[in-house]
């Protein structure tokens, strides 16, 4: 029986190993493809921790949960394979679920980039009226996905990008990668409220990557000072670094035309995805954005999944 090396789930207590496995059959409908590149992003170290939605049931389960991958006629694609697991020489897939990747792409920098760049990527393109030339506050900018929707936002045409954040130096960096303004979230909470205030009154998007009682805070603060309050306000919540829960005052959403709503794999129909999925794999390939890959063989699973990533790049697995 033909064997490919891979990185096996055996216990959610532990990263994957390297393990040789029976290499994967091709069912009906399906298509054996090369991985070439598998990104090790927040969510799929939570797959192999037990700890998301599309976590395996049984193991030992691949982990991985995108990859960049090489087809039969040479051909380059990515693939999301949430829960069915990536991280092998060869997998198959779906073909019709198989993006196509222009040539000369970097698969490294591609599988490093897409996961960051969706979340922003998908909510200004599928969940509000977003217009070229309208201002945006990214809540929770110093993180990879946040920094990166500084970058999606100016990208797709931003007028004015407020990037808010904890870590200082990132945000100081963030200016020099597209941020118009930015905002320090320290301990502070009147001061918080007062720059947030200064710099995002009159935003039309907010893309909201910590929610919990520092969104509480943010939104009273933004809500607070603007001064045309039927101005529609687009407050997507993304992720939940501060809290999986707010407090919403009703006063808040009657006195203004204000809108939360979520962005995310269940809020998009799946032909919707597949299209963003396309132009944003055509904009990474085309320079538009990037993080910059630190890459691991395969054979060193277990020591990519002890790296901490820093500000601006991601950990990929080269196979």
């Known amino acids: 029986m033909p064997m490919v090396n891979a990185a096996l789930v055996e216990s959610f207590d532990e990263p994957p190993h390297f393990r040789s496995v029976p290499a994967p059959e091709a069912g009906p409908g399906q298509e054996p493809v090369d991985v070439l590149a598998v990104g090790v992003h927040p969510a799929t170290r939570g797959i ?40 092998a020489e060869r997998i198959v897939v779906d073909p019709a679920a198989v993006i196509p990747v222009p040539d000369g792409a970097d698969p490294a920098l591609l599988a490093a980039t897409m996961n960051p760049a969706l979340s922003s990527w998908a909510a200004l393109r599928t969940r509000v009226p977003f217009q070229a030339g309208q201002a945006v506050l990214v809540h929770g900018a110093t993180g990879n996905a946040g920094s990166m929707a500084v970058k999606v936002a100016k990208h797709l045409g931003a007028g004015r990008v407020i990037a808010a954040g904890r870590n200082r130096a990132r945000l100081d960096e963030l ?42 805070l943010a939104m009273r603060a933004v809500l607070g000072a603007r001064t045309q309050h039927t101005r529609l306000l687009d407050w997507v919540q993304i992720g939940g670094t501060g809290g999986d829960a707010i407090t919403l005052s009703g ?69």
């Open 48 to 87: 192999a921790a037990g700890k998301h939605y599309t976590s395996p049931k049984k193991l030992p389960a691949l982990a991985g949960a995108d990859a960049v991958v090489r087809r039969a006629d040479d051909s380059l694609g990515y693939v999301m394979v949430m829960g069915a697991g990536s991280l």
């Open 175 to 216: 200016t020099a990668e597209g941020a118009d303004d930015i905002v320090q979230l320290t301990p502070d909470e009147d001061a918080t409220a007062a720059a947030l205030a200064g710099a995002a009154a009159e935003v039309d998007v907010v893309l909201d990557y910590v929610w919990g009682p520092p969104t509480e």
């Open 251 to 319: 006063h808040a959403l009657r006195s203004n035309a204000f809108r939360v709503l979520g962005s995310g794999f269940g809020s998009v129909e799946t032909q919707v995805m597949q299209r963003e999925f396309t132009e944003l794999v055509a904009a990474i390939a085309a320079g538009g954005m990037a993080v910059r890959p630190h890459p691991f063989p395969l054979d060193q699973v277990e020591a990519a999944w002890a790296h901490q990533d820093a500000p601006g790049e991601r950990t990929v697995i080269l196979l």
